[in-house]
């Protein structure tokens, strides 16, 4: 039986990312935020959310939110 081969897995793997993804990009700026913040989207979701669109991710004390919000400063 034979190995799959590196680019089958590599494109396996981009194209379930990009299924994961796709649910996000349907998603209005407004809706996204909710999500977020009710701890719906995935790290992935969110840090591709934020290279794709950096404008629309709200950001606490200049960091994105989705990562501000796990430092001391914003927790508290």
């Known amino acids: 039986m034979s190995q ?3 680019t089958d897995q590599t494109w ?3 194209e379930a990312r990009r299924a994961r993804l796709e649910a996000l990009w349907r998603m209005t700026p407004d809706q996204r935020v909710v999500e977020m ?14 290279a794709r669109y950096p404008e629309q991710m709200p950001q606490i004390n200049g960091e994105f939110e989705y990562l501000a919000a796990f430092t001391p400063e ?3």
């Open 12 to 14: 396996k793997k981009l």
């Open 4 to 6: 799959p081969r590196l």
């Open 37 to 50: 913040r009710r701890g719906k989207l995935s790290l992935e979701q969110c840090a591709a959310w934020a």
């Open 74 to 76: 914003v927790r508290d």
